[in-house]
């Protein structure tokens, strides 16, 4: 038989190392109890797919995934997909911010091989826990001679998600991770990856971005467009100092008179605007709702707004320059 690939499993807390009262306990149980060896030890099966090591980068509930452990975890990520006895990286992950940090390591990771983060709706402790399945199919994934090259994927509910366009769209269920409209990338089948897409966008060693030498990001926050909508959120953000405002905004990133012209001020005063969608899917298009070339903002294009943000974060670290930043927003 052929030698099994060595899969390295970082563990950073969530539901699949969650647990609760009952066997029945699907929602109100505490995530991130379980350490990442009984995780592995979990599922035996691991140990025909793969060697696996597991180690414990953080226990956090993935609400509380900040900049620093971003930096953090990509940084370890790069280390250890260097080393020559490593062929894959499995990081266990709280699913509400899961899309957040693989689009992060997507454009941080400097490496072909794979990385796939993976999560679980249901506690351990739960009846039909999908914890176990979802973490076969993610060491079996990280393993593959498929995954490689093919950027950060997600993977849970039996299917290869890209780390760009996946997104969570359901608050309970097991069917919750899709990219909608754009697609996912395909299936895990009895533990085999069967792809059927890949992104057409740049991603880890194509990218021009490099983590090893930050400890902090730019701070980049999201306002959130509605009827009604008032300036309070971004004059906030502005006196706070951002360096940044991603603006969630109604339909193809439309904006209310008063924030448009709030925003452009901010403009004036250096603070990076990207126009976005609170629509959660289509193109934020240039020049469409709003005259992006005079006000001297860029759009998301396809990003959503949690994804905007991390872009628009990591572009300013390397460039001031709006049309550079539109650039990257279009290569990405
Ligand atoms: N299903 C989950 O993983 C959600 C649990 C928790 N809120 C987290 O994101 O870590």
Redesign the pocket.
């Known amino acids: 038989a052929d030698k099994l690939p060595n899969v390295m499993i970082l563990a950073t807390?969530?539901?699949?190392a969650?647990t609760g009262a009952t066997s029945t306990t699907t929602v109100g149980y505490t995530?991130?109890k379980i350490g990442v060896e009984r995780l592995i030890e979990a599922v035996p099966e691991l140990q025909k797919v793969a060697q696996v090591k597991g180690e414990q980068v953080f226990q956090?509930?993935?609400?509380?995934m900040n900049n620093e452990h971003w930096l953090k975890l990509a940084k370890r990520v790069n280390e250890v997909l260097k080393k020559s006895d490593v062929d894959g990286v499995v990081i266990t992950?709280?699913?509400?911010?899961?899309e957040e940090t693989a689009y992060f390591l997507n454009l941080v990771v400097k490496s072909k091989k794979p990385v796939v983060i993976v999560?679980?709706?249901?506690p351990a402790t739960a009846i039909s826990a999908d914890g176990p399945i979802n973490l076969y199919n993610a060491v079996a994934l990280a393993g593959s001679k498929e995954a490689v090259g093919q950027g950060v994927l997600v993977s849970l509910n039996d299917e290869i998600q890209g780390a760009r366009d996946v997104t969570k769209t359901n608050t309970i269920t097991g069917h919750t991770f899709r990219a909608p409209e754009l697609g996912s990338l395909g299936y895990m089948v009895s533990g085999q990856a069967k792809f059927y897409r890949s992104s057409t966008r740049k991603h880890t060693s194509e990218t021009e971005f490099d983590v090893s030498r930050l400890e902090t990001l730019p701070a980049v926050d999201i306002a959130y467009g509605t009827a009604n909508a008032n300036t309070l959120a971004i004059d906030a953000f502005a006196a706070a100092g951002d360096a940044g405002i991603v603006y969630a905004g109604t339909g193809d990133g439309s904006l209310s008179t008063a924030v448009r012209a709030r925003l452009t001020e901010l403009r004036q005063q250096g603070i990076h605007i990207n126009r976005s969608s609170r629509t959660g899917n289509g193109p934020t298009v240039r020049g469409g709702e709003n005259d992006d070339d005079k006000t001297d903002f860029t759009v998301s294009d396809t990003l959503t707004p949690q994804k905007a943000r991390i872009l628009l974060m990591l572009a300013l670290t390397k460039t001031k320059d709006s049309k550079e930043i539109q650039r990257m927003f279009y290569t990405y």
């Not at 807390?13 to 699949?16: A, E, K, L, Q, S």
């Not at 956090?60 to 509380?64: F, G, K, L, M, V």
């Open positions: 807390g969530g539901t699949i969650g995530a991130a956090i509930a993935s609400e509380n992950h709280g699913t509400d911010t899961i999560g679980a709706m249901r």
